[in-house]
């Protein structure tokens, strides 16, 4: 995309106000410096009120004004609500719940994504849209559709039911390799007939993990192709024009780098928690994951200008509060700061959720707030497009992830939805186990340390990285094997973690001790597990003279009971009938080292362990004061480094050696910088003749 300024804006509902609050929306965006907004997310009721009318007027109307005032649009496709006229017209539109149940009307995004009557609708709605605003002064990006799966992630209706059939046929060709592949031999569940396949629906007990976890794939890839009917009629119409999809951020629903190729920029909606201690960090793994999809800058299509209203209790982000975490945001390579919604709604759903511009009006502190940020942001020209360079890479896998938490999109949200999980798909080890937790477990330590860290899907190139981690990866599929042999061949540091490589991609059990195909690299085979109970711990014992570790540490959750074959034990498990045995193993392979921990360990560990294999790989750490995050973005020979204070108080930082400008305020600094509660600098370095 080529926009050359950070983008600052909103979704922007025209449709919701009558057109004299336009005029006055325009003078607010102007002054609040805002250059881009979203149009018509959810107006398709509006632009095509029954089957063979099509009306553009109020949005040319809007569209046109915007344009006048030198404000871009990102026009909605539409597409994620649909009218009322479409649903009652067609019988397979509403998606089916996992008990059968189909859903009512009455809310968004409540089609079924396989439903040829809905696909067909949206063709045809995209093609009117992309031929009236084709060439539109306005029009610099279109955003399809809106929250993928949000509502709609899972659907067992007869429509995916066929489309399942016919992607399994393709997939293994004969039903003798299905069956195979599926272990149908198993409780008798044989098919002798594609028909026979249903979707796996609740059912009287344990269902089929091969089959849940194909059925996850099948709609995964059904989001993808859904998303490229509407790519496809827009490239053919508005070639030039990019494309973007707002994700909702919840990796667990769909496998989001299937849209990789098809993206033209990747952007999201981010809505961290205030009331909760870990949102910063959770915002950072989640910019992390977004920024890594491309290894480009992303957008922030959303963010709350105050509070939500679905959280159980919704409060406000605290004076200085939103400018903190836009600024977050752009620091781990947002080129924009946009926001859930321009004004705040009269009536409807959303009216208790904040808005740009308050029910309060212009003189309401969040306006304030806003108005300046879209100011201060308009000297950030120099930050678009830059990168930052991570030497780390955490790997996330949607299939270990499917395999490990609920198939249907809970996964690692709440113990509940464990607990439903297991107790009603698949006979499982423990409900403690938390996929998203664990990679957060590993992100946080690095964070901590203010190390970068990019979140790569499993089956991307890892190779430029100097360490790699897999947490639970407990499905491993073909190839990977030797892509980490060869990775730590050449130098790179690997790290394993319990609960991996137990299974194939058919989810059938490596045989002969666990780890399976990471054997060789890792030095180890598992021959028992044993998942802790709630509040259950075990100890990791240190094996004496480590410099940098403890005696011992904490673990829980679980416990791999593995022999070493070629590995170094660096600790052994404290406790019970498997003390002595191998808790965190260090193999040699090659140039470099892959490491294996066999249980979940406490924070203290995890931050002596990191710092350990950072120093072994001379990765630089920043040890800044309690709250204060720091991340570099770069571009060519520049450097943008970004201090944000999380911190209740106001706090001084150690600068290293230099002198640097602050972009924000455009004062100086040497040795010491001040922050205050809340506080942002962005620094850049200057060069000895002080520029
Ligand atoms: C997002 C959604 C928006 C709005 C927002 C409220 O998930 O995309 O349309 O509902 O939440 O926080």
């Known amino acids: ?131 009236h605003y084709k060439g539109h002064r306005a029009l610099k990006l279109w955003h399809i559709n809106n929250e993928y799966a949000n509502k709609n992630s899972m659907c067992f209706c007869k429509n995916c039911e066929h489309r399942f059939q016919a992607w399994l046929k393709k997939k293994y060709g004969t039903l003798d390799s299905l069956n195979d592949c599926w272990g149908t031999v198993f ?55 990019p494309i973007t999809t707002n994700f909702e951020g919840d990796w667990s629903k769909f496998d989001h780098s299937l849209f990789k190729d098809d993206l033209d920029v990747v952007s999201w909606n981010s809505y961290p928690n205030p009331l909760e201690p870990n949102a910063r960090r959770r915002a950072a793994l989640r910019h992390s994951m977004m920024r890594s999809l491309l290894g480009k800058p992303f957008m922030l299509m959303e963010q709350a200008p105050s509070q939500v209203d679905w959280y159980p209790i919704n409060v406000n982000k605290r004076p200085g509060q939103m400018r903190l975490w836009s600024y977050q945001a752009i620091a781990h390579g947002s080129d924009s700061v946009m926001f859930f919604q321009w004004r705040a709604s009269k009536r409807g759903t959303e009216k208790y959720h904040s808005g740009m511009v308050p029910h309060y009006g212009e003189e309401a502190r969040v306006f304030r707030e ?58 499982f080890p423990t409900v403690l186990l938390s996929y998203l937790g664990e990679l957060e ?116 959750v679980w416990c791999d009971i593995a022999h070493a074959t070629t590995t170094k034990t660096l600790a052994t498990f404290g406790d019970d009938y498997f003390a002595g045995a191998p808790c965190v193993t260090e193999n040699e392979f090659g140039a470099g080292k892959a490491y294996y921990i066999a249980t979940r ?45 999380h911190g209740n108080n106001d706090v001084e930082v150690q600068l290293s050696q230099g002198k640097y400008k602050d972009l924000l305020t455009q004062t100086s600094h040497e040795s010491i910088l001040r922050l205050a509660r809340h506080g942002v600098s962005i620094l850049r370095r200057l060069n000895d003749y002080g520029t």
């Open 1 to 131: 995309m080529k926009i050359n300024k950070i983008i600052f804006g909103a979704d922007y509902f025209p449709e919701q106000w009558p057109e004299d609050v336009w005029h006055d929306d325009i003078r607010l965006m102007k002054q609040a410096n805002v250059n881009m907004v979203s149009l018509a997310i959810f107006a398709w009721a509006l632009l095509q009120p029954d089957k063979n009318t099509f009306t553009f007027d109020w949005l040319d109307n809007i569209m046109d004004l915007l344009a006048d005032n030198d404000i871009d649009v990102c026009l909605g496709t539409a597409t994620a609500a649909q009218p009322n006229w479409l649903t009652q017209k067609y019988d397979d539109i509403l998606f089916v719940r996992e008990s059968g149940q189909r859903v009512v009307p009455g809310s968004r995004q409540t089609y079924c994504i396989n439903s040829p009557s809905y696909r067909k609708a949206v063709r045809r709605l995209v093609k009117e849209m992309a031929l």
């Open 187 to 241: 409780w008798g569940e044989k098919y002798f007939a594609w028909e026979q396949i249903n979707t796996p629906m609740a059912s009287a007990g344990g269902r089929n993990g091969a089959k849940l976890l194909d059925y996850k794939r099948f709609l995964s890839e059904s989001f993808y192709t859904l998303y490229m009917e509407e790519v496809n009629v827009l490239r053919e119409i508005t070639p030039d024009v």
């Open 370 to 427: 806003i108005a300046s940020l879209g100011g201060e942001l308009t000297k950030l020209q120099d930050i678009v497009g830059s990168t930052i360079d991570a030497s780390v890479a955490i790997l996330m896998d949607n299939d270990a992830w499917w395999t490990v938490d609920s198939p249907y999109g809970t996964g690692g949200k709440s113990l509940d939805n464990e607990i439903f999980w297991a107790s009603n798909t698949q006979p």
């Open 441 to 556: 477990h590993y992100f946080n330590a690095f964070y901590r340390l203010n190390v970068p860290v990019d979140v790569i899907p499993a089956h991307y190139d890892f190779s430029k990285y100097k360490i790699v981690i897999a947490p639970l990866l407990h499905l491993i599929k073909p190839g990977f094997k030797e892509a980490v042999e060869a990775f730590v061949t050449n130098g790179g540091t690997f790290v394993a973690t319990y609960f991996s490589g137990f299974v194939d991609e058919h989810v059938g059990v490596f045989l002969n001790g666990y780890v399976g195909p990471l054997t060789d690299v890792l030095g180890v085979k598992v021959e028992e597990y044993d998942p802790l109970p709630l509040n259950g711990s075990n100890r990791i014992k240190m094996i004496a003279g480590l410099d940098g570790f403890e005696n011992e540490y904490a673990c829980s």
């Open 601 to 645: 360990p406490d924070a203290d560990f995890m931050h002596d362990f990191v710092c350990k294999i950072l120093a072994d790989q001379n990765i630089e750490i920043h040890l800044l004061p309690e709250g204060v995050e720091h991340v570099t973005r770069q571009q060519n020979k520049h450097k943008f480094e970004f201090y944000l204070n």
